[in-house]
């Protein structure tokens, strides 16, 4: 059975650095990213990493401060989250698609396994 794990959120003070991995098993994954919903909002796009792990794409609001890596022999996908503001309080969400995609997608729609979430709150 195909399942995405998410670990390492917490309570973070601005400013400070988290780093979130994600563990696969099950199958191989092609494209995998991370989301993220805060309270009341709607669940949006953070950052997504191809098969080969060569290719990323980070969302505008992360961009220079969070960045995603991959781990093929571990089948772990990690997002290293540094100079968080307090708007960076979510829950994020690994999720995973199972082609290898020539472009990266941003849809949560097109991810079709997800992991269970994994809280991150940061102070003022």
């Known amino acids: 059975q195909a399942q995405l794990v998410e670990s390492g959120g917490g309570l973070v003070q601005a400013g400070g650095s988290v780093r979130l991995s994600c563990a696969s098993s099950g199958r191989t994954f092609g494209t995998m990213g991370w989301f993220r919903q805060a309270p009341g909002k709607e669940r949006e796009f953070v950052a997504a990493i191809g098969w080969s792990g060569d290719s990323t794409k980070h969302a505008d609001s992360v961009k220079g401060r969070f960045t995603i890596s991959r781990d093929k022999a571990k089948n772990t996908v990690a997002l290293q989250m540094n100079s968080l503001k307090p708007e960076d309080t979510a829950v994020y969400y690994c999720?995973?698609?199972?082609?290898?995609?020539?472009?990266?997608?941003?849809?949560?729609?097109?991810?079709?396994?997800w992991g269970q979430g994994t809280h991150v709150t940061v102070s003022s």
């Open positions: 999720a995973a698609r199972t082609s290898v995609d020539s472009y990266l997608i941003s849809s949560a729609g097109s991810y079709y396994y």
